[in-house]
């Protein structure tokens, strides 16, 4: 689930250090609205350049903010990073065309493309310049053809005996009446040097970063961004756009409405945009440009996210779009004809088409690892919950669609943030995961406890077969603590995180070791034994092995199991399973014990049989509590003001 994770530790009491009086208002644009730029390079050596353009045949140099191609020469811009969303213009802004922009020097062709749903491509405009010194070439195409899908990009060809130099490439639309306002905001908890980084990131394009006014960090940590030896200086190149405040660790959700309160406190008009960023990610500072000039050019106010590329395989897309099914607790699922875990440089394996985003897609929510909303949404439905971390970003989208502001994911605008995959998901954050979930589905869906209750006994008895008593522990004390009521929610999360900890402490399968370094077992005593494939007939195995866990029978006394093959139907036939951990940092021992066992079963079916009789009285508690949890005066309050 997307969100902050990183949010342990104790944190400073509150206290703001560069907040000031900017007031935020509404401006008149100085000539047309840049959309988004043409880059070739990326914002570090890990990322490809062939994400910003691709050499189709010949030689060419990719530079940051510009190319040169070689004679006999071709390079196109229908990559990821390299096409403008037509489609998304075309649906969601009253813009009817745009125009490409750039600077060339020599000799050679500029032809714009176009796609359409199937990914079929065509000439929409081209140019043959001959001779050029630093000449502005503008070449325009029309946003009328893409309300299902397709996109726009530059193609750059030369010839035998022609090169040609092109740079500062810029799509632009006609700029709206008055440009909003746009603040981003940036939570951070001990992620001081990752912060630092986005903000020496930001610093460096803020030249061009036009529709940019503020920069919020809002520091929960110990170890905090201030203490680092280049904060003085990009801090000085930020200048008063740059707010740094200090405050208590209310998690994701507190430090990103840390955001949306100032904007609120400080502007004079609600027509003004927060862009959250999470602080670990690799930032590509355009997108800064194209979510805010996107907005800039909406219709009606939409919340606008970004998309997520996967740190650790920086060609991978992580999904195109994506909601949640609410009752059953699922967040994360791809949207019909949505790219999940697509490598971009890649083809689908079933069309042999290379992997891009041609049709158009409704979201139902987008992570808060770059997300813009407007302050129309605040104004209409409050600010987000005091959920800690964990769906406060699905929550927030599905009440703003409730009031009818729809969440729009921009394709092309993306950060690289790390593989969700490689965490593992017997951490107590899990806690936050069940507990908000359950909190979000009260309140935005028909709420079937009796569905519920079955996806909810599902999971305990996987957790059980499993051995996994921590994370049993762990969906209890969630479900428990939903049926408390809004009261929960009280102090933001703070009083559960530190119990979770407290309570998953006492359950040794949730403590990660050196595989070579196991608590009591020889290391050359440990082998892998591999899982059979998932089993055709599941209920009947399930009951199987069931009973082999009440009567203490096992098929294996010792053994490690890969994380990709820890299949509660495996796993249940050992005594003591040595499992990978998602991270590949380390193991986890799992260790059947029968009368924990027996003991959070009877505790999981009690407190679940709870929710089924006491489930719909409580949704009403949490309904009629929203007004004030969201309001401005209860963050206040949580940020001790």
């Known amino acids: 689930m997307p969100g902050k994770a990183a949010v342990t530790g104790?944190?400073?009491?509150?206290?703001?250090?560069?907040?000031?009086d900017t007031r935020f208002a509404e401006r008149t644009p100085q000539g047309r609205l840049t959309a988004q730029r043409g880059l070739y390079a990326g914002p570090a050596p890990i990322v490809s350049k062939d994400l910003y353009a691709e050499l189709e045949w010949g030689t060419?140099?990719?530079?940051?903010?510009?190319?040169?191609?070689?004679?006999?020469?071709?390079?196109?811009?229908?990559?990821y990073f390299g096409r403008f969303p037509a489609s998304y213009w075309q649906r969601w802004t009253d813009v009817t065309e745009v125009q490409v922009e750039a600077v060339v020097t020599g000799d050679g062709q500029l032809s714009v493309g176009a796609s359409d749903i199937e990914g079929d491509s065509r000439v929409v405009a081209a140019e043959v310049v001959a001779g050029a010194k630093q000449r502005k070439v503008t070449l325009t195409a029309k946003l009328d053809k893409f309300y299902d899908g397709g996109a726009l990009w530059l193609d750059i060809e030369t010839e035998g005996g022609q090169s040609l130099r092109v740079e500062k490439v810029r799509w632009t639309v006609e700029a709206p009446e008055k440009i909003r306002p746009t603040a981003v905001t940036i939570c951070t908890m001990n992620r001081a040097d990752d912060c630092l980084s986005n903000l020496q990131a930001l610093a460096a394009d803020v030249s061009s970063l036009e529709t940019l006014d503020a920069i919020y960090v809002a520091d929960q940590g110990t170890d905090l961004v201030e203490s680092r030896d280049g904060f003085e200086q990009v801090a000085k190149d930020l200048g008063d756009k740059l707010?740094?405040?200090?405050?208590?660790?209310?998690?994701?959700?507190?430090?990103?409405?840390?955001?949306?309160?100032?904007?609120?406190?400080?502007?004079?008009?609600?027509h003004a945009n927060v862009l959250f960023m999470d602080d670990d990610v690799l930032l590509e500072p355009d997108?800064?440009?194209?979510?805010?000039?996107?907005?800039?050019?909406?219709?009606?106010?939409?919340?606008?996210?970004?998309?997520?590329?996967?740190?650790l395989h920086p060609n991978q897309l992580h999904v195109g779009a994506e909601y949640a099914r609410l009752n059953t607790l699922e967040p994360g699922q791809p949207v019909t004809h949505s790219l999940s875990t697509a490598d971009l440089l890649g083809v689908d394996e079933e069309t042999l088409k290379p992997n891009r985003q041609e049709r158009r897609l409704d979201a139902g929510y987008n992570g808060w690892w770059?997300?813009?909303?407007?302050?129309?949404?605040?104004?209409?439905?409050?600010?987000?919950?005091?959920?800690?971390?964990?769906?406060?970003?699905?929550?927030?989208?599905?009440?703003?669609?409730g009031a009818g502001f729809p969440t729009v994911t921009l394709p092309g605008a993306g950060v690289w943030h790390a593989d969700f995959h490689w965490k593992d998901w017997d951490e107590w954050h899990r806690y936050f995961n069940l507990r908000n979930s359950i909190i979000t589905a009260a309140l935005h869906s028909p709420f079937n406890l009796n569905l519920l209750s079955r996806v909810l006994v599902a999971q305990l008895?996987?957790?059980?077969?499993?051995?996994?008593?921590?994370?049993?522990?762990?969906?209890?004390?969630?479900?428990?603590?939903?049926?408390?009521?809004?009261?929960?929610?009280?102090?933001?999360?703070?009083a559960a995180m530190k119990e979770i900890r407290r309570i998953r402490d006492e359950y040794p399968e949730t403590k990660r070791h050196k595989a070579t370094d196991v608590p009591g077992i020889a290391s050359n005593d440990i082998g892998i034994i591999n899982s059979a494939p998932r089993p055709s007939m599941q209920r009947l195995v399930l009951i199987k092995r069931i009973l082999d866990r009440v009567l203490g029978r096992s098929r294996h006394s010792l053994g490690a199991i890969p994380i990709d093959e820890a299949h509660w139907?495996?796993?249940?036939?050992?005594?003591?399973?040595?499992?990978?951990?998602?991270?590949?940092?380390?193991?986890?021992?799992?260790?059947?014990?029968?009368a924990k066992m027996f003991d959070l079963a009877r505790r999981g079916a009690k407190v679940i049989q709870r929710l089924r009789k006491e489930g719909a009285a409580v949704q009403e508690q949490y309904k009629r509590a929203m007004p004030e949890l969201t309001s401005r005066d209860n963050w206040k309050r949580l940020y001790e003001l």
């Open 10 to 20: 104790e944190a400073p009491s509150a206290m703001v250090s560069t907040v000031d």
């Open 60 to 79: 060419a140099v990719r530079e940051r903010g510009g190319i040169s191609i070689e004679p006999a020469s071709k390079v196109s811009g229908n990559t």
């Open 243 to 270: 707010h740094y405040i200090k405050q208590p660790n209310l998690g994701g959700a507190g430090g990103f409405t840390r955001g949306l309160y100032e904007v609120a406190g400080h502007t004079e008009t609600e």
């Open 287 to 311: 997108l800064v440009i194209r979510m805010t000039a996107f907005s800039n050019r909406t219709v009606n106010p939409v919340i606008v996210g970004g998309q997520m590329l996967n740190l």
């Open 370 to 401: 770059s997300c813009l909303i407007p302050y129309e949404v605040v104004k209409a439905t409050g600010y987000p919950l005091p959920f800690f971390f964990q769906w406060d970003d699905a929550e927030y989208s599905y009440r703003a669609r």
């Open 461 to 494: 008895v996987r957790y059980l077969l499993g051995m996994q008593y921590g994370l049993s522990a762990t969906l209890i004390k969630a479900v428990e603590d939903f049926l408390e009521g809004p009261e929960v929610l009280r102090d933001g999360g703070v």
């Open 569 to 594: 139907w495996h796993v249940a036939t050992f005594d003591t399973a040595v499992v990978t951990d998602a991270s590949q940092e380390g193991v986890r021992v799992r260790s059947y014990d029968r």
